[in-house]
């Protein structure tokens, strides 16, 4: 079997690959190997709540989270799972500059709502 090239993620402030980024490239991706594609080629995180996902009350493995303060969309990241009470996800993290797995408490305030990405055959 052929080995597969692997690309690895890594924020930079001067570099193309953010959060949103990070999100978008990994389900561009997916889609592509299931035929699928997305309604846009790049959007913020605030226009993927309201114009790009569905929302949904219980995320899957593979939803995504928005964040932010008050009532503004910030940051995306994909959701993996619940632990305890605290909510796990996959995000690209300015504060180390890095890809990482990280929790937030289910009832932190910076959890705005939950999404299924839409996507076109």
Not at 13 to 27: C, E, Q
Not at 36 to 50: G, H, M, Q, Y
Request: with cysteine.
């Amino acid at each position: 079997m052929p080995a597969q090239e692997v690309q690895s993620y890594r924020h930079e402030p001067k570099a193309n690959t953010d959060y949103s980024g990070l999100v978008i490239n990994i389900y561009q991706e997916v889609g592509e190997r299931y035929g699928l594609k997305l309604p846009f080629s790049d959007t913020t995180s605030t226009e993927l709540f309201a114009f790009y996902t569905k929302p949904v009350q219980t995320p899957l493995c593979g939803d995504i989270i928005f964040m932010g303060e008050e009532q503004d969309i910030t940051h995306v990241a994909i959701f993996h799972q619940f632990f305890d009470a605290e909510i796990e996800f996959l995000d690209a993290y300015s504060g180390t500059g890095s890809v990482e797995i990280r929790r937030y408490p289910a009832s932190s305030p910076k959890i705005k709502g939950f999404g299924r990405m839409l996507v076109q055959p």
